[in-house]
């Protein structure tokens, strides 16, 4: 059976039911259909005193992802099987992968949340919120510079990019208001992925309304002539970006196939964008459970360093317990093997890509938070591949559970739970990995080093003026956020293992003063994806009673 | 109080509660919040035997609109004082305005429907599906032509645009897939506002989920290198785009201020698209209600038009009566007073602008329907001008009833509702205005001589050249769907009252073989329209507590 066809089995229990289960009653939540539903905020209910934070985060993926999100899943229902009180907070998926390539983001198997379908399409709106708010910001910007540009913005110096939930190449460097005066100030621009945008981060760091249209007008939309920031505020137009997003930032709560809570709001990648759910999701599900079971996207380089260095600080709470997932899979890629042979045994493949597990490893100790390895299960694994890996752990002084959630569901991940249920609990101290006052390009050398295992940052001429300019406007010491490949610890996606002695390549800079941070461009990172040579939607089809095929 | 502070001073029923007043359970809708639903389809309920459908259309309008959304909104309300089983069927606001100049179309005032914030903001997020599943489209054609382009698409012949629903004059032309042979093939390429795009058109005037797919297989989205139609089809895609739109198809339910039931469903301009809402929120109205009032965009040279002459050959059923509405601003500008001066009394203007009110009582009485008129009040009118305007109207033998349903709502519209009862019970014969198997030229010839009562049609040589394309395709016999300027009968928006001996000017065509006509693009309209100098953006805000301000 597909996913999709699991998926739809599976007899969902009514959304108020699954509220219920963690405290909440019919007046806390807004039902979207049966089975969909968004917690009002402020939330006043705290249920919760253990507030236990577990965060999943993998090692470098094949292209098809390590199956995090999956492993979460599982967890959850684990924990629910093991009679806890757990909630699972994952990042809502793009329709970008969804039609594209990569397929959703909602699990598989006998672990996935539900319904499906409607959470890999629009969901509750978030992500069409938030591409809303950023065209018609886009769209006041250009007809303030029509109507005679009061504030002075040069066109040439915009930042501010219009954006869209589409995989869509053709719209990455584009030229905009041709025709003649009466359609606008050419100028060039460019779409991203909305998942990418500023106003994704914003509504992921946001901790209520107020804190929401204080970011949004402290956004930078691009500089005068004469080089000063001209800010949302500047444009008098906060209040309505804001208002674009008054339900955009409520959190989204749906089940998985065996009932567990789960909580699925914002959804920023994590190579091009800082890789966390929303902070309001994660401390609601953390004041409404005991356990809160979250993923961070991509590889521990890129989602968790992210997750520790960008989200901690403002959701004030640190992981207790660091899970990182691996495949046999992707090891035997990180070690050389080929993509179409991943399915067949190869020691030799494993022995060498292993290096890639335990470079995490060792990255994710350093935060001072206990460490797990969960190794997701393909059927097509031996015995003899994943001994070794859970050997070579035990080296480590980690241990390395054999789960497997796709096939089996909680079922698959009972001893991982046991094992987490015990790690949380030891004491631990979160060490930060940079002091939050050092300079931009000190951060970035900390990661790179401590993080990536490489040796030197390189900037682009670009790069190095943008830092002059930074320190100009005081945003010198803002945390940095990495645009890099997922593929591996350097800017380069070829580079697999665990690669030594390498070069950082800073090319640019995008200041993104709402979210608070700054985004360093490495190696050949582009902020909207194209579509492969068979998009997935050339596979997805509705019969005429409304049953979806083809999605996964 | 502005509307939306009348709007939240008023406590709404559930939409469970509304949805009981017309026969529906709780089973039969999918709630979005507390106060908004969407009804399942396949619709098996059939309470009405009456049936009987109000069609509201109006004189050619001010820029701030006439008020058939507010008239609409009012006699649905009135009828419920009669307590008489009525179902108002608004189109569903589109961004660009609220975000722009015209502001929300929830009404106004006491004739207001409800949630106003969130029917003017996202809604059950329509439009964005809409405006997805439009640009999804155009990134895999984009896409197919990259990957080696086995159609043979002409990048230069491609005619599916992408959209957004927001006012956004720089993005009607510009260039894309710029930056080298990575980033696409560059070619030219605009956007129009969401409401004017193919694909609402195909939304509304789909029966089902199947007619929706078969409808969008066949949009043709541009030519090959050999000049032969390229379709949805052709592509592949027509699955994947239907099921973006799976839960756009179905009917939205709300409230007014007076819990009269409201549908609200479906929103395609008048100017630059069909103007009408569903067919399915329409029929789904009829089948629930014994009363069903409607309405279709800007004058009746635009929305009624095509209404009777696009909506009823798919929906089988006619208005029982139409109804338009007049206001004495309207009238006083197309008689020639200044925009800045409609508040003051002129019955001189009146005099000379009633011509226009004359010529669409005219027009409508063409298709065999009882005609009413509704004289929308405003505070600064005058007794001698209302009384003026109801003697001329009697003169014609067309009742002109005073309604006051901005400032009493449904009590300003008792009048009006106690004749409309009588009137749909008259005997009629619907006479369509043109044959469906006469040419594209004749058909346009009759709109413009019966309907705008102007003369000639002046095709421009691209216009001519289609003209030619279209008959070797087979598509010169397809309904018409003129796009023209809301403020004239003519297609120059300056000639106001009842101009005659006019010419319209068809600079070009657009063929949308998925909706099932042939737009023809008169005058300079806009399928992208423009924000001014002061955006209602810059007056909206929201407070810490989430409360809304500046909406209108």
Not at 2 to 10: G, K, S
Not at 102 to 127: C, R, S, W
Not at 259 to 278: K, L
Not at 279 to 308: M, R, W
Request: hydrophobic share 40%.
């Amino acid at each position: 059976m597909t996913d999709i066809e699991i998926a739809q089995d599976v007899k969902m229990d009514k959304i108020v039911k699954i509220a219920e289960k963690i405290g909440l009653t019919e007046d806390d939540i807004e039902q979207y259909g049966s089975y969909k539903a968004k917690i009002k905020l402020p939330l006043q209910i705290k249920n919760s005193t253990k507030r236990k934070l577990i965060l999943v985060t993998s090692i470098n993926p094949t292209p098809a992802g390590e199956g995090k999100s999956t492993v979460t899943v599982g967890l959850g229902d684990a924990f629910t099987l093991l009679q806890k009180k757990a909630i699972i907070a994952l990042r809502e998926p793009s329709l970008g992968p969804v039609m594209g390539m990569k397929g959703g983001a909602t699990g598989g198997g006998y672990a996935q949340v539900v319904p499906m379908e409607d959470i890999n399409l629009h969901f509750t709106g978030d992500m069409h919120a938030l591409t809303t708010a950023n065209n018609t910001l886009a769209a006041l910007i250009d007809n303030h510079i029509q109507q005679g540009n009061a504030l002075g913005i040069d066109q040439r110096r915009i930042v501010w990019k219009r954006a869209l939930d589409i995989n869509d190449r053709a719209l990455r460097k584009i030229v905009i208001g041709l025709g003649g005066p009466v359609q606008g100030v050419p100028r060039e621009d460019g779409f991203d992925i909305t998942v990418a945008s500023e106003l994704m981060a914003i509504l992921c760091l946001s901790e209520n309304l107020h804190d929401l249209k204080a970011r949004i007008n402290r956004i930078v939309i691009g500089y005068t002539h004469d080089r000063r920031p001209v800010t949302v505020k500047d444009l008098n137009v906060g209040g309505a970006i804001a208002t674009l997003l008054k339900d955009a930032i409520k959190p989204n709560l749906v089940q998985t196939l065996a009932h567990t809570p789960a909580i699925v709001h914002g959804g920023p990648f994590a190579n091009i964008a800082h890789g966390c759910n929303s902070v309001l999701a994660t401390q609601t599900a953390l004041n409404l459970a005991d356990y809160t079971i979250t993923e961070a996207g991509f590889g521990a380089d890129l989602g968790a360093e992210k997750f520790l260095d960008i989200k901690t600080p403002v959701l004030k709470k640190m992981p207790d317990t660091i899970v990182i997932v691996a495949t046999i899979k992707a090891m035997k890629l990180n070690g050389g093997q080929a993509l179409a042979d991943l399915a067949s045994e190869n020691l030799n493949a494993l022995k060498k890509g292993i290096a890639n597990l335990k470079h995490h490893i060792r990255s994710m100790a350093q935060y001072g938070v206990p460490v797990v390895v969960a190794i997701n299960r393909f059927t097509q694994d031996t015995e003899q591949e994943i001994s070794y890996v859970q050997k070579v752990c035990a080296e480590m002084g980690v241990q390395a559970l054999d789960t497997d959630v796709w096939a089996k569901g909680g079922q698959g991940a009972l001893e991982l739970a046991q094992t987490l249920i015990k790690t949380v609990e030891q004491p631990k101290k979160f060490k930060p990995l940079y002091a939050s006052n050092s300079e931009l390009t000190e951060k970035i050398q900390t990661i790179v080093t401590k993080i990536y295992g490489g040796a030197n940052v390189e900037y682009s001429k670009k790069a190095t003026n943008q830092l002059k300019r930074f320190k100009k406007f005081g945003w010198d010491k803002l945390p940095v956020c990495m645009a890099k490949t997922q593929y591996s610890l350097s800017d380069d996606p070829k580079l697999l293992g665990a690669p030594t002695d390498f070069t950082i390549h800073v090319k640019s800079f995008v200041p993104k003063l709402g979210a608070g941070f700054i985004v360093a461009m490495t190696g050949n990172i582009l902020t909207m994806p194209g579509l492969p040579k068979h998009p997935a939607a050339l596979d997805i089809d509705i019969s005429d009673d409304g049953k979806i095929s083809g999605l996964f």
